[in-house]
């Protein structure tokens, strides 16, 4: 947990557990040769008790001969600007604070005091919200460059510290209010079940890790699971099908987060999950959308409506890909016909002053080459089994109301190359490089 | 959960829940093309309510036109009997008896009326124990041929079911004593945890649910894990370890379990995964041990000693394997040698009348052919890598207080087969058939 010569911040809010853990900390500095730095927020929320815990917090750690750092935040009113909720705002805030000190050191951790007690009471809490096991897998005692030296140790055990040590510690006085969950689940709940096992608080620890290797695991599959899916424009659907639903539902989680879903809640994944064998789309938080069309779970980007002026030889379009347009006499488009894609090929005749290049607009109609008719675009498109989720940001070029060529259709009767074209245009839309939307991490 | 054609045994307390249950049952009976039959067990342990309960149960039984079969135990002498708890006994007969009514019938099932309300306490009670995943997965909506039709609504609802039926049910009075734990979760944790969300059952539900399906994967995995590592003694430790933490401990559950270990807790599976990375032995519940010699995990079957006369040509050994001597003469044995293993092989001559096929004593020394010293029998099992393991098992051929062969080890100095040999004792062991002690479940 700690490693000779690091620097450890600990966050100290005065009260019985992060006293304890300061004095713990300075106590082994010497022996585990680390820098103890503390770090206090006053989150601006209790008034006058909130001042009064942080002269505690400065007084503590100037008898301790410990340098401290303060942040004043206003809570209330970023929870406000942001909608949080308040608790949640507050711990956004404070790590946000320690990680902010962090970028001063360069091997640094932060030491936060949860305990045993905070773990059980955090598996109760979840339950009450039917978490799974990533939920009920409680606190680990180590995330990222956080640490927690008293997660193996109860309240009690940090309060009895302090009194062997004779060391004074604030109370937060809301802490006794059992209108908030995880007082009540304190007061109430945990005495209460203590009475069948004295030592719940262990077991509720014991039970939190055996979760965390569960959820290790299976998250690892999961994204194992998803490495063996991945393709081109997604996952393959009937590959994560073939997973346990454990495995699967966890895939389709990291897939929408890595889609940029917001939180997604049970509900979600159950839509997602009948998408993967039944086909067809559902919307996810964040305005994040998923479809499985052919067999593939993909999240389409939402792509923003844009029409550009056509410049020659490249347009860059305002979704990052650039359309090229390579103008060619008759014969070297004679002899260069079979490297060439006839669909990406028109009369170069035909491109008016005024061509634009476009996403598609409801109403659109259009005259394949060819054909002898005109369809509408949507009719069209699906005739090309070209699937809604890339229709939006299929390019156009279009010359004033006539659609001259559209991406994956070819030109329009009018703009197709014939026997007598001496001018023709060559199409290309080269792709953006770094646009992996199916990198799972 | 319930087929055409099936046969229903219904568990029937006479409380809300089964009152609630057999009713529904009986009212679908037709469109669900099911026969019902109720079963109660008078416990014999609440004496004048448990025979007002029973009677109720005729009672409704009758009201409803449902066979009832009755069974009459006195759980209390039971349990002490066989030293379990009262509750745990309970169940056991309760499930017996069910089972037993099982065998009349063809496609039968049993009906339990578990709730969401008693899952949520299922999950509560086993987090108080500090259980995983397995346990925590509260109570399946079907497991082999039981099946809980209430598991998806809680207990207030059921008891709603009732009063909207008209339908009277009886109260068992122990259950209003908290000082069982279940009680005690029921009265005291659930509605302090419903406070904070009035659906916790759902959401307890939920987290069980999800856990169930973990579970299921995890275990799949661990038996994987245990086919893939199989050999012929046990299974190769590197290969668990390679696992993760997850898998390998539901593996060495599983493992264990085949072997015939007991009632296995926390401990003991730490115990065997040490085991993995730096062998050794240990000592399990049930009699039962793990060793993990040269990388294989075994669990030695515990071999009773023996000592019984030898017989010719084949003794029956009590291990339920079989040693056959055959006696070759000179030129027999020249023109067979090429297939003959040597360590195999003694001077006939030196079998006296007096000689048995025993189980290693302690004490016993050794003389092997052609190495002029005498030894311990140990040390001498040492240098031949026989592991611990064996040991207990391996076959001597002993006649008065010498031992002449001992198998995997060969002949001792006097029995060895010399030029001059005339007769030459070749031994055979046969192992039983269908001895596959490595065969996971």
């Known amino acids: 947990m700690l490693q000779g010569g690091m620097t450890v911040i600990a966050g100290v809010s005065g009260g019985a557990d992060s006293t304890a853990m300061l004095h ?9 040769d680390i820098h103890v730095i503390a770090a206090h927020v006053n989150h601006g929320i209790r008034g006058a008790e909130a001042d009064r815990d942080e002269a505690f917090v400065q007084k503590l750690c100037g008898s301790m001969d410990v340098p401290l750092r303060i942040l004043h935040a206003d809570v209330c009113a970023e929870a406000k600007k942001t909608g949080e909720g308040l608790e949640e705002c507050g711990r956004r805030v404070r790590y946000a604070f320690f990680y902010q000190l962090c970028e001063h050191y360069q091997n640094v951790c932060i030491a936060t005091a949860h305990t045993l007690s905070d ?3 955090t598996v109760l809490l979840h339950l009450t919200c039917g978490a799974g096991a990533s939920g009920l897998a409680g606190i680990p005692p180590v995330r990222g460059n956080i640490v927690r030296p008293l997660i193996a140790v109860t309240r009690t055990q940090t ?5 062997d040590y004779g060391l004074p510690y ?12 995880r007082n009540r689940i304190r007061l109430r709940v945990i005495p209460e079940l203590k009475e069948i096992d004295p030592n719940f608080e262990q077991a509720a620890g014991r039970a939190a890790r055996s979760l965390r290797e569960d959820e290790d695991c299976l998250k690892q599959l999961a994204k194992q699971a998803l490495q063996t899916a991945v393709c081109r424009d997604g996952w393959k659907a009937p590959l994560l099908c073939g997973q346990p639903r454990a495995v699967r539902m966890r895939a389709l989680y990291f897939a929408a987060k890595s889609a940029g ?3 997604l809640e049970q509900k979600h994944l159950d839509a997602l999950d009948r998408l993967l064998f039944s086909g067809g789309g559902c919307t996810l938080p964040g305005g994040c959308t998923a479809r499985v069309e052919q067999g593939i779970l993909l999240f389409p980007q939402k ?12 347009t860059v379009l305002p979704d990052g890909r650039v359309l090229e347009i390579k103008i060619l006499d ?16 028109l009369n170069y005749d035909t491109i008016t002053s005024d061509a634009v290049v476009r996403t598609r607009r409801s109403g659109d109609s259009f005259s394949p080459a060819g054909r002898g008719v005109t369809k509408s675009l949507k009719k069209l498109l699906n005739e090309h089994c070209i699937p809604p989720s890339m229709r939006a940001g299929l390019a156009i070029l279009s010359c004033s109301t006539e659609i001259l060529w559209i991406e994956g259709c070819g030109p329009s009767e ?4 014939t026997q007598t074209t001496q001018h023709i245009a060559v199409v290309k839309i080269k792709e953006c490089v770094g646009n992996g939307k199916s990198d799972a991490r």
Chains 1, 2 share one sequence.
């Open 159 to 163: 309060e009895q510290y302090c009194k």
């Open 261 to 263: 879903a917001g939180r």
């Open 414 to 417: 009018k703009a197709k190359v």
């Open 170 to 181: 604030v109370t937060d006085s809301t802490n006794a209010d059992a209108s908030f969950s």
């Open 119 to 121: 773990c059980a009471e």
């Open 330 to 345: 008759r014969t070297t488009f004679e002899k260069e016909k079979p490297k060439i894609i006839f669909s990406n090929c």
């Open 24 to 32: 713990w900390l300075v106590q082994h500095a010497k022996a585990f």
């Open 303 to 314: 792509t923003a409506d844009y029409c550009v002026p056509l410049c020659l030889p490249q």
